[in-house]
């Protein structure tokens, strides 16, 4: 089959489309075909060879995806050939087939498209959990995500919106900040200026009548992190996402201290190996809010595998105002 092989760890250029070694279902698995797969970030750090998982190579990388299912292997009673399924794996979605192990399918509904099945899981299931599991966000809490032109950043100001929290979303320009408010966000703080600590301090305290967000959720670490902490009102918490910016930043414990905040963090590839159970109670309830139209889709383009580089550089670039899905036409 065709695929994705990453030969080396680096750059987009050790990648390239090319036949790759078919799958073969065990016990416990299912065989996708593959209509579109998602492209993140995360699949930014799995070439460039900084993700904490590192596969021997070469390899075929991609963590999501949506398709039909053709094989299931034994045991798996529960689905049948032919479901339409989003699937989200370690590594393989970048292929024209993709193996999954049961617990990481998800039935799409009916109303879902393959190319927004394929871009919704990861995004959405990290948002719910920073949301839910780390923040224990209330419906009456002041949300501030920072990156909020990202998939998780924008999936998080949806589902939070749709939870019933008043949403602030941080984004570096006027067109992500658009975006961000057809997503539903309430109010747009600029991180343009995140080297001046006070601009976005000040910011959120304009909009949260001087107390600070309950909760913030950043993805973009860096100077936006030491930003963000800053923003934090009484009592409330920050939940570490991602280091989108590069630097790993660092909290200064007398700061939890004398705000009496909490800082917390969040691994999503954790949760369907420790719990599952709460990975599929969490989809079905952003299932449900699909169906009910209370969320939306965050594709920003659709774009055949054979572009892949072109996929890739936009990330880089950052031109991408949500998700690209791969479609293989
Ligand atoms: N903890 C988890 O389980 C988990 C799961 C999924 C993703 N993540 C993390 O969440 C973050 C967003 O992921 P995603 O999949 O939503 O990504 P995405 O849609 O591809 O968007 C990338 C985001 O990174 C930001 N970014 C890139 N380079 C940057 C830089 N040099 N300085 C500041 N911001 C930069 C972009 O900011 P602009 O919009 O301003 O361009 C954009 O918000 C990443 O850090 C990723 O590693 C964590």
Redesign the pocket.
């Given at each position: 089959m065709k695929g994705i092989a990453l030969k080396e760890f680096g750059g987009v250029d050790h990648c390239a489309l090319t036949d790759i070694p078919d799958k073969r279902v065990s016990t416990g698995e299912v065989l996708v075909k593959v209509r579109a797969a998602g492209?993140?970030?995360?699949d930014?750090?799995v070439i460039e060879g900084k993700y904490q998982v590192k596969p021997p190579l070469p390899f075929c990388p991609g963590k999501e995806a949506a398709g039909i299912v053709v094989e299931l292997g034994g045991g798996v009673k529960d689905l049948a050939v032919g479901d339409r399924v989003m699937v989200l794996v370690e590594q393989g979605a970048f292929a024209q087939y993709v193996l999954a192990k049961r617990h990481q399918c998800f039935v799409l509904p009916d109303t879902m498209d393959f190319t927004i099945g394929a871009t919704f899981g990861?995004?959405y299931q990290?948002a719910h959990?920073?949301i839910r599991d780390r923040a224990r966000a209330k419906s009456d809490d002041t949300i501030f995500v920072?990156?909020?032109?990202?998939?998780?950043?924008?999936?998080t100001v949806e589902l939070s919106k749709a939870f019933g929290n008043r949403v602030l979303a941080g984004?570096?320009?006027n067109s992500?900040g658009e975006r961000a408010k057809a997503a539903g966000a309430d109010e747009i703080v600029d991180?343009s200026s995140a080297l001046d600590r006070d601009s976005v301090r000040d910011q959120v305290r304009r909009y949260t009548g001087g107390a600070g967000a309950n909760v913030v959720i950043d993805?973009?670490?860096?100077d936006?992190f030491d930003s963000a902490i800053r923003c934090v009102a009484w009592r409330g918490r920050i939940v570490?996402?991602?280091?989108?910016?590069?630097r790993i930043p660092t909290i200064k414990a007398n700061y939890l201290l004398l705000k009496n905040i909490e800082a917390t963090?969040?691994?999503?590839?954790d949760y369907p190996v420790n719990a599952p159970n709460l990975v599929m109670e969490a989809q079905d309830e952003i299932f449900s809010l699909f169906k009910r139209n209370k969320i939306g889709s965050h594709v920003d383009r659709i774009m055949p595998f054979t572009n892949f580089s072109e996929a890739v550089r936009l990330?880089?670039d950052?031109k991408?105002?949500?998700?690209i899905a791969l479609s293989w036409l």
């Open positions: 492209i993140s970030f995360v930014l750090l990861l995004s990290t959990f920073a920072t990156g909020a032109g990202s998939g998780v950043g924008l999936a984004v570096s320009s992500k991180l993805v973009v670490g860096g936006v570490v996402v991602g280091f989108a910016a590069g963090g969040l691994d999503w590839s990330i880089q950052r991408v105002n949500g998700r």
